[in-house]
């Protein structure tokens, strides 16, 4: 089964609300990165989580890592429709970046 | 900075022909590139990694001979994909790593290449 998986699969909101997602993990990770990928598109870099950090955040996006239950959450505040896309988490198992595994992703849709 | 294309961005092949994508990092280098493929509403699944100058590694169950890598330099990475078949009809994402942040740093992606074989 896959490193990491994300929860939900599908998310659908009203712009301006509060969007969360989950991603949950099986072994020891160096670090967690969130990405963003628009409808037929490649992966836009969001946001990096070290294994020793517990929150992270970027103009409004907030990333937590709860390493004690191989979890981490993205949460989006004040959505816009231009969020529209797939969420992705990735997972790096080691120091050097090789054992990079990404979940199956949220498609998230924000309606204006 | 930290741009990474691809080419082409689309490629519609008949069913025998081997097809080629490039991967190039515009303003770094990179020691190490990745290749991913995509289902329609799937995740990425990693390919292979391609190191410059040594033979690329491959996950299991991807046909080494089937897709060809190649990592002639510190910004060009190519796969070709040979004697194309219906099913390898996807989107190729590939994804490099700044050989100055060897440690567990972000990749950088390309915007992928659809392939479509008939």
């Known amino acids: 089964s896959q490193q990491g998986e994300e929860d939900p699969q599908a998310l659908s909101i009203q712009e301006g609300e509060n969007a969360t997602m989950n991603c949950s993990y099986k072994?020891?990770?160096?670090?967690l990165q969130w990405y963003r990928q628009n409808s037929g598109r490649g992966l836009v870099h969001l946001i990096l989580?070290?294994?020793?950090?517990r929150e992270k955040h970027s103009g409004r996006l907030r990333v937590t890592l709860d390493t004690s239950k191989k979890s981490s959450s993205l949460l989006i505040t004040a959505s816009r429709a231009a969020d529209t896309a797939s969420y992705f988490c990735?997972?790096?198992?080691?120091?050097?970046?090789?054992?990079?595994?990404f979940g199956p992703g949220t498609r998230l849709s924000v309606l204006p | 900075g930290a741009v990474v294309s691809q080419h082409p961005s689309r490629v519609i092949c008949k069913s025998g022909t081997s097809v080629k994508i490039e991967c190039r990092s515009l303003?770094?280098?990179?020691?190490?590139m990745f290749w991913y493929r995509q289902f329609p509403k799937q995740s990425l699944m990693l390919m292979a990694t391609?190191?410059?100058?040594?033979?690329?590694?491959?996950e299991q169950g991807v046909e080494k001979d089937k897709f060809l890598i190649n990592h002639a330099s510190l910004t060009l990475s190519t796969l070709t994909v040979t004697s194309a078949h219906p099913e390898d009809s996807s989107f190729y994402i590939c994804?490099?790593?700044?050989?100055?942040?060897?440690?567990?740093?972000?990749?950088?992606f390309g915007p992928g290449t659809r392939l479509t074989v008939t």
């Open positions: 994804s490099a790593r700044d050989r100055r942040w060897p440690q567990g740093h972000e990749q950088y």
């Open positions: 072994t020891s990770i160096n670090n």
């Open positions: 989580i070290r294994s020793n950090e």
């Open positions: 990735a997972t790096v198992l080691d120091n050097y970046g090789q054992n990079f595994v």
């Open positions: 303003d770094f280098q990179a020691t190490t």
């Open positions: 391609s190191n410059e100058g040594s033979k690329a590694t491959y």
